[in-house]
């Protein structure tokens, strides 16, 4: 298994201030809900340094001097008020912050896809689909992170640190600055394993997907596994993936091991400091610490300390957070295809004439500025032309191929028609119109596509058909298939429109399917149909078959057809050659066959095909 050094993402990231902001103006559409939520994180952090000062006053005053029962019952009922109102601003604060977390990484989740919605086709052709998903999953709920866990319960410790610390002071100036001299120690401490810990727990996450990954790929490839007998060297290779998993749960454990002690040793011998001061400031009748306000500040002390070791932790989180959070942010400022949102020009049907005037295009060369974000800089220099002047003129109604070896323009150039890109330079005229100039509505209308792999999304036959038009009913479904001459297909399947088509349509033949794509065309009545070798990928009886219902699909509209097989092409009108991005011959069948050139030379060589 490769992996791709330069694709790995930064798994942290330091705290920035700016991303901070932006986390906190996620919430703004649920101010109410958030200003609620921070009054529970306000009254919680008090609530603690009064429970332990609780504790302590009981103790010292009712218990210790007066030993009246009726106001040590009332101050045990007060205490018991207290732990009541403390239980219920825990529920509430755990309860608001779910809330929220999940209002605004459902709301920013939202936003990622329909900015993803619009970005240029460029973005997808350039992006690995698992760096996309990553942002919809991964990234969103590592900002859920940032919200639920890293910024409430950090508040709430600081707060906690703050009341505490204010309290602890009140008691003894002395002893308290003690507690301030030695808290980075144990921040330090804390900071230290946790950063090690969070490591050794990430490098577990990377090797066990890598473990899942291999699996999956193996169960995949099984067939080929089996012919080549390659199960004992996978066995082997599983095994060492295994040996190093298991590996990094035993450092984890190790240094987790080691981890827990030594916070908790030098808890203990933090608390043995103060014990050894106070208790020689007490015993030596120190009136500014007697020994009623030294067990006061050994409560409040163990309120203080304890934020430490979970700010520590939210600490790292937080950092993790930040990378994430950066990084669906870069995405949300990417530049969206403005293209789409320029163009406005409404024509409700196209008689569907194209043509091209001295079209050029290239795929943009990609140079990351930043290693550690998706934010590129694109250099025209570094562009290579993928189509070089092309000049052609398609009548409507026109069937017309486009033919030449693989990687010379014919995808790219049909690509150029819906707008999927735009011309690096010339212009596309479709009836007159400039085509920047048409509304996306415009072209969804009247272009349809059936790409040479046959994409359905789960779900069923019905739910594919309707794609073009969502609100079809069942009849002009069927008549679609009927036009086609294929509505028996789908009659012979269990559920007939109703089956279930599975993912990719994984429960469906590749006739099935192409069958389904070709209706989904046909029910959208488009004026510009584009062909990618519909029937490249099936058997020769249902190629016959599905050859005649393209046929019919073709009727009184222009087609383009990208031909891989040369004898789909026979009766175009026209056949364009193309060769390293240009047109290196035009005409028919009949007229090319007889000229020396490329298109000879193809039909030389597979010749078996006619």
């Known amino acids: 298994m490769l992996?791709?050094?330069?694709?790995?993402?930064?798994?942290?990231?330091?705290?920035?201030?700016?991303?901070?902001?932006?986390?906190?103006?996620?919430?703004?559409?649920?101010?109410?809900?958030?200003?609620?939520?921070?009054?529970?994180?306000?009254?919680?952090?008090?609530?603690?340094?009064?429970?332990?000062?609780?504790?302590g006053a009981i103790i010292d005053g009712p218990i210790a001097r007066s030993q009246n029962m009726r106001l040590i019952f009332?101050?045990?009922?007060?205490?018991?008020?207290?732990?009541?109102?403390?239980?219920?601003?825990?529920?509430?604060?755990?309860?608001?912050?779910?809330?929220?977390?999940?209002?605004?990484?459902?709301?920013?989740?939202?936003?990622?896809?329909?900015?993803?919605?619009?970005?240029?086709?460029?973005?997808?052709?350039?992006?690995?689909?698992?760096?996309?998903l990553s942002r919809v999953s991964g990234d969103c709920n590592a900002v859920r992170t940032g919200v639920q866990d890293v910024m409430f319960v950090s508040l709430i410790g600081l707060g906690q640190m703050f009341f505490a610390g204010l309290l602890m002071a009140w008691y003894s100036v002395t002893l308290f600055l003690i507690v301030i001299a030695m808290s980075p120690l144990f921040w330090l401490a804390n900071r230290l394993f946790q950063s090690r810990l969070s490591q050794a727990y990430r490098d577990i996450q990377e090797n066990f997907s890598k473990v899942t990954s291999w699996i999956a790929e193996n169960i995949a490839g099984m067939k080929v596994t089996q012919a080549f007998v390659r199960g004992p060297q996978n066995a082997e290779q599983f095994a060492t993936m295994v040996d190093r998993h298991a590996s990094h749960n035993m450092r984890a454990t190790r240094i987790s091991g080691l981890f827990l002690p030594l916070i908790e040793l030098n808890s203990q011998l933090f608390l043995a400091a103060l014990i050894a001061v106070g208790g020689t400031l007490a015993l030596q009748g120190n009136q500014a610490t007697p020994l009623r306000d030294l067990i006061q500040f050994f409560f409040l002390a163990n309120i203080f300390f304890n934020p430490i070791q979970?700010?520590?932790?939210?600490?790292?989180?937080?950092?993790?957070?930040?990378?994430?959070?950066?990084?669906?942010?870069?995405l949300l400022a990417m530049p969206v295809d403005t293209i789409d949102e320029q163009a406005s020009l409404e024509v409700d049907r196209l008689q569907g004439e194209i043509e091209f005037r001295?079209?050029?295009?290239?795929?943009?060369?990609?140079?990351?500025?930043?290693?550690?974000?998706?934010?590129?800089?694109?250099?025209?220099?570094?562009?290579?032309?993928?189509?070089?002047?092309?000049?052609?003129?398609?009548?409507?109604?026109?069937?017309?191929?486009?033919?030449?070896?693989?990687?010379?323009?014919?995808?790219?150039?049909?690509?150029?028609?819906?707008?999927?890109?735009?011309?690096?330079?010339?212009?596309?005229?479709i009836d007159g119109y400039d085509l920047a100039s048409l509304s996306r509505a415009t072209l969804t209308r009247n272009i349809a596509i059936v790409p040479q792999q046959n994409y359905l999304f789960s779900g069923t036959i019905a739910d594919n058909l309707r794609l073009p038009v969502p609100n079809a009913k069942d009849d002009e479904l069927w008549y679609a298939l009927c036009e086609l001459g294929c509505a028996d297909i789908v009659e012979s399947l269990p559920d007939g429109l109703s089956t279930e088509v599975g993912s990719r349509g994984a429960t469906l033949s590749a006739g099935q399917r192409q069958v389904i794509c070709l209706a989904r065309a046909m029910l959208a009545r488009p004026s510009i149909l584009i062909l990618d070798e519909a029937t490249s990928s099936i058997d020769t009886m249902t190629e016959l078959r599905i050859q005649a219902a393209i046929t019919r699909l073709q009727e009184n509209r222009t087609t383009i057809i990208i031909a891989h097989r040369l004898s789909t092409i026979r009766t175009a009108d026209q056949i364009f050659v193309l060769d390293t991005g240009q047109i290196v011959q035009r005409g028919t069948h009949e007229s090319l066959r007889e000229v020396p050139g490329v298109y000879a030379n193809m039909l030389h060589r597979y010749a078996g095909s006619l």
């Not at 979970?310 to 870069?330: H, K, P």
Request: net charge positive; aromatic share 10%; glycine share 4%.
């Open 310 to 330: 979970v700010l520590a932790s939210q600490y790292n989180q937080a950092l993790t957070a930040m990378a994430g959070a950066e990084r669906v942010f870069d």
């Open 358 to 429: 001295n079209v050029s295009f290239g795929y943009q060369a990609q140079t990351i500025t930043r290693e550690d974000t998706e934010k590129a800089a694109f250099e025209q220099s570094a562009t290579t032309l993928v189509l070089r002047d092309v000049s052609l003129r398609i009548a409507a109604g026109q069937t017309v191929a486009l033919v030449g070896a693989s990687g010379g323009g014919k995808s790219t150039l049909s690509n150029l028609i819906p707008r999927f890109y735009s011309p690096t330079s010339g212009s596309i005229i």
């Open 74 to 132: 009332i101050s045990v009922a007060l205490f018991s008020l207290l732990c009541i109102v403390m239980q219920l601003t825990l529920h509430f604060r755990q309860r608001l912050t779910l809330e929220l977390g999940e209002a605004v990484v459902n709301n920013l989740r939202r936003d990622v896809f329909n900015h993803l919605q619009r970005m240029p086709m460029a973005y997808f052709h350039r992006t690995k689909v698992g760096r996309i």
């Open 3 to 55: 992996t791709d050094a330069s694709q790995r993402e930064p798994a942290v990231r330091p705290l920035q201030w700016s991303i901070i902001v932006r986390i906190f103006a996620l919430m703004q559409p649920f101010r109410v809900k958030r200003n609620w939520l921070l009054f529970c994180v306000v009254i919680r952090a008090i609530q603690q340094p009064a429970f332990a000062w609780a504790i």
